[in-house]
């Protein structure tokens, strides 16, 4: 009686250690690895307290690494989460035939199945500017040309831009399967009181659908604040630092400069924003108010 009791605890021991072995405990060794000085060329270790925050913080490039993510945290929200769910709205609607319907959410979602890499490189000769799809499309109009990545003005944005047309079509198709759970009887029952199907929308598949809503904007908040292989795959940073980000930085300080201490920083300062942000967004979700 005793065994069978603990049986369900046996079966979760393995998965608690995995999270535990994989998540919590690098988690908290990163915070502590954020308080020295180390390097990947020696064992040495020596203790500077707050000095690698000082640092973090105090760099010129931390402003524009800020920006840039919160820049591409709004953009996402607006366009992945946002005309994502209206597409997913349209998608479920009788706007469309049922053939369409299916030809549409494969059509959506394709980009999200292609490497992040192989995303960048394609996007990077699509913003060339001698031989680039966007310049010659241009040309053809008579309008004059943009160097894209290569303003430090606009690449940031041309690097936002690949992004939203990559994952929009995940997060429609998340939204897709919610709209899919919702009963059916709610829908025609406003739509035989006279609710239009904007009014459906609002009052009945959304507010059915919000805790999948919730996750689709935390996936995009903390998608944002690690991104990296975007950046990495078409500018590397530049031109300057004006496309640097948090989860390049990262990298750079730790495998280019051989500085862990500002990687672990950076890894903490990303883990504290995210958290905080997801949890703002389940309280406020959840309550109507932080």
């Keep these: 009686m005793r065994t069978k009791k603990h049986t369900p605890y046996l079966y979760m021991l393995p998965g608690v250690l995995m999270v535990l072995f994989f998540v919590y405990i690098p988690v908290l060794m990163n915070i502590v690895y954020s308080f020295f ?7 040495e270790s020596t203790f500077v307290g707050l000095d690698n ?7 010129d490039v931390f402003p524009i690494m800020l920006k840039n993510n919160v820049a591409y945290c ?3 929200l607006i366009v992945q989460v946002g005309f994502g769910t209206v597409l997913a709205l349209i998608l479920e609607s009788n706007a469309i035939g049922s053939k369409m319907r299916d030809f549409f959410r494969n059509f959506y979602y394709l980009p999200a199945l292609i490497s992040l890499t192989a995303v960048g490189l394609m996007f990077t000769f699509i913003y060339d500017p001698n031989i680039g799809f966007l310049n ?13 990545l ?9 690097i936002i831009a690949m992004s939203q047309w990559q994952f929009t079509g995940y997060i429609t198709l998340l939204m897709v399967v919610a709209f899919q759970n919702v009963p059916r009887d709610y829908v025609e029952a406003a739509a035989i009181d006279g609710a239009g199907p904007i009014k459906r929308a609002l009052y009945i598949m959304l507010p059915q659908a919000k805790e999948q809503l919730l996750v689709c904007t935390i996936i995009t908040i903390i998608g944002a ?25 990262l990298y750079q300080q730790a495998f280019l400069h051989s500085d862990l201490g500002m990687a672990a920083v950076t890894g903490v ?10 949890i703002i967004q389940i309280r406020v979700t959840r309550s109507g108010s932080v």
């Design 74 to 76: 709004i953009i996402s």
């Design 53 to 59: 925050y000082r640092r973090f913080f105090s760099d």
């Design 37 to 43: 000085r180390l390097s990947s060329f020696s064992a």
């Design 225 to 249: 604040f690690k991104l990296y292989t975007e950046v990495y795959a078409t500018t590397s940073g530049g031109p300057g630092n004006s496309s640097q980000v948090l989860g390049l930085y």
């Design 150 to 158: 290569g303003d430090s003005k606009l690449a940031i944005y041309c």
């Design 136 to 148: 010659n499309l241009l040309k053809i109009f008579d309008l004059p040309t943009q160097s894209w």
């Design 269 to 278: 300062f990303i883990f504290v924003i995210t958290v905080t942000l997801s």
